[in-house]
């Protein structure tokens, strides 16, 4: 992981969206479902996050031509 800040910051964010989605799922209430859209969003925000390079590393730095 050579980008950690931009990695970090996207699995943390995703967590989050991810922990509501459970409490929602977990709260003994009925009436609340989870957000299919909402549980798409914090994966693929997760994802983009691991891929994403920190704005202060060059294309030299990760080897890319």
């Known amino acids: ?3 950690w800040k931009t990695s970090a910051a996207g699995i943390v ?3 989050m969206l991810l922990l509501t989605q459970a ?3 977990l709260d003994d209430d ?3 479902n ?3 859209e909402v549980v798409v969003s914090a994966l693929a925000m997760m994802g983009l ?3 994403a390079r920190d704005g202060d590393k ?8």
């Open 1 to 3: 992981m050579k980008s």
């Open 13 to 15: 964010a995703g967590v």
């Open 23 to 25: 409490q929602s799922a």
């Open 30 to 32: 009925p009436a609340t």
């Open 34 to 36: 989870i957000s299919i």
């Open 49 to 51: 996050g691991v891929s």
């Open 58 to 65: 060059s294309s030299q730095d990760h080897e890319i031509r």
